[in-house]
């Protein structure tokens, strides 16, 4: 071989071994950052490329991108995911991002013609969002015909003026009317509906609807969903009640229906009296192989609107409350008398209030350490409007657990030496595997950090990060610390702890089906299901009786 030949073959591998070194550039790396994953429990200091959105690499070996992230010191972490997310405009969207949620979907409201909501947050949404068919949503087009309800409704809406609107004749059909059979088949055909659109599961406010709602039509609602194998999401019948055995009951209800009907189940905020039996059951549940799980949000008050039926006086005696010492206006920035309360209830119903539940104190540190319990904050819009994302977090009027609910459960876990990688497990990793078992195929790639998973990660300092938002006006509001850095889908929504207005969110949902799945309830046929056939006999001697089909009975 010539010099020139061998100076050419030289060149030649030299510009093949440049090429693939080029071709290992990520669009993204993290570097040196304390890498947790809570399905393999991997726990070590390694690199992670992202290309396209997606995890390419986790590895020890020095990586390079274009955007070049480094965490020593931090950990990255699969991206949290909330089921039970009212956050749904720009202000409080922010702030759920910065308290490190990359998914956050409305799975207890839920919304109200779904195509058309999820078509709306199409390239205009920073997180992850998905939502679910709203069964109080249902009842209200069928109890509540005088109120139209053309176009989408979610959280705000529904609360902030549907409910309103349905009960200004004095009647709530949603949360009072009882369904006869024609009503019934209505609610399940607008529910079923729903479904085929892709709608993530059922979406359950029964807590609400208690003296409406059957015990057969929540049985009915969650065979509708359990013939596509997705799950009720449940804000149960007695919600809030200390009394044994409402409480439990509630519940119970619920499970019994999903374990008869082998369909996947959650409690919504299970916070309450009797929560250690309702985690036992579940967990027992979980042991003969239901997918089941609950949820808990990291406060002692509550937070709902003040024309609930839990606040009228009669109820909420029985809790053993008193206005002036539970019930916070956020907005007034005091307690409530009951005639305040009253007052307020009247002028403005649709008023978002604070309930402080004493007995809360002692149990919160017990939720930290419950395997399938996760954490889902309850977030709450902050009635400022969608374009709101320029708004100063103080601006804010709500719950703190729309800011800082990812904050307090790793400060409390420091506090009370809960590991790391449960935290994760609880905010994360478990979300993603239920949701993900009932077949939505966007979960199964989300919640771990893992090569070829969605790139939704979330960056924080495990020393420093934690909570600072209060219930005093002007700090409920006020974000989370300690996390740098938001990842959706492989852009930065959080970049050096400031929220960047990128819409890197993606819809989460059931692919549309053609048909839907639900047979209206006919009385005979339900008979011809679970009662035998009648038959008439005749008397034919004194021994024996002669049937009509020809054959003899003795």
């Not at 200091?45 to 020593?72: K, M, R, S």
């Not at 019994?256 to 579940?282: C, Q, R, T």
Request: charged share 20%; net charge negative.
């Amino acid at each position: 071989m010539t010099l020139i030949q061998r100076l050419t073959l030289g060149a030649g591998l030299m510009a093949s071994l440049a090429s693939s070194v080029g071709a290992q550039d990520y669009d993204m790396v993290i570097l040196n950052g304390r890498v947790m994953d809570p399905e393999t429990m991997l726990d070590a200091v390694l690199n992670v490329g992202i290309t396209d959105g997606i995890i390419q690499t986790i590895t020890p070996d020095e990586i390079t991108g274009a955007e070049t992230i480094f965490a020593q010191g931090h950990v990255v972490a699969p991206g949290f995911i909330d089921f039970h997310f009212h956050a749904l405009d720009g202000l409080s969207l922010k702030l759920a991002a910065l308290d490190g949620v990359t998914t956050g979907m409305d799975l207890e409201i839920g919304a109200i013609n779904v195509d058309q909501w999820y078509a709306a947050k199409e390239g205009a949404w920073p997180l992850n969002y998905g939502t679910g068919v709203s069964q109080e949503g249902a009842r209200l087009r069928v109890h509540d015909p005088e109120v139209e309800v053309d176009g989408w409704y979610d959280a705000p809406l529904i609360l902030g003026g549907l409910r309103a609107e349905a009960c200004a004749d004095g009647h709530c059909g949603w949360q009072d009317g009882r369904s006869d059979l024609e009503h019934l088949n209505q609610v399940l055909a607008i529910i079923d509906e729903e479904l085929r659109q892709g709608a993530l599961n059922i979406s359950s406010t029964v807590g609400y609807m208690a003296n409406g709602l059957t015990s057969y039509e929540m049985f009915k609602t969650q065979e509708v969903g359990a013939h596509y194998g997705r799950y009720l999401g449940a804000h149960i019948r007695f919600h809030g009640s200390p009394q044994t055995p409402e409480a439990p009951l509630g519940f119970s209800e619920i499970l019994a229906n999903a374990m008869a009907l082998d369909a996947p189940v959650s409690m919504l905020h299970n916070n309450d009296y009797g929560w250690w039996e309702n985690e036992e059951k579940l967990q027992a549940a979980r042991a003969q192989g239901y997918n089941v799980w609950s949820e808990y949000y990291p406060y002692t008050a509550a937070s709902t609107s003040i024309a609930s039926d839990f606040f009228q006086p009669e109820v909420f005696a029985t809790f053993g409350f008193r206005y002036e010492e539970t019930m916070y206006d956020p907005i007034a920035d005091k307690f409530l008398t009951q005639e305040e309360y009253e007052a307020t209830r009247d002028t403005d119903p649709s008023r978002l209030v604070v309930v402080f539940s004493p007995s809360r104190e002692e149990w919160l540190q017990y939720w930290l350490r419950m395997p399938h319990m996760i954490v889902a904050s309850d977030s709450i819009y902050s009635g400022k409007g969608l374009e709101s994302w320029d708004l100063d977090p103080s601006e804010y009027q709500g719950h703190p657990r729309t800011a800082g609910t990812r904050g307090t459960v790793f400060r409390l876990g420091r506090e009370q030496g809960v590991p790391l990688m449960f935290s994760l497990a609880q905010m994360s990793y478990w979300p993603a595997k239920h949701l993900g078992d009932t077949g939505v195929k966007d979960m199964q790639v989300r919640g771990r950090m893992q090569e070829g998973m969605v790139a939704d990660i979330t960056i924080f300092d495990p020393v420093r990060v934690r909570d600072n938002a209060t219930y005093k006006a002007g700090q409920q509001g006020n974000p989370t610390t300690g996390i740098p850095y938001v990842i959706v889908n492989g852009q930065l929504v959080v970049k050096d702890a400031e929220f960047q207005k990128v819409w890197a969110g993606q819809p989460i949902r059931f692919p549309i089906e053609e048909r839907g799945r639900f047979e209206p309830i006919k009385v005979e046929e339900w008979l011809q299901s679970f009662a035998i056939a009648p038959f008439s006999v005749r008397q034919s001697g004194a021994d024996s009786a002669e049937v009509e089909d020809g054959g003899t009975a003795e």
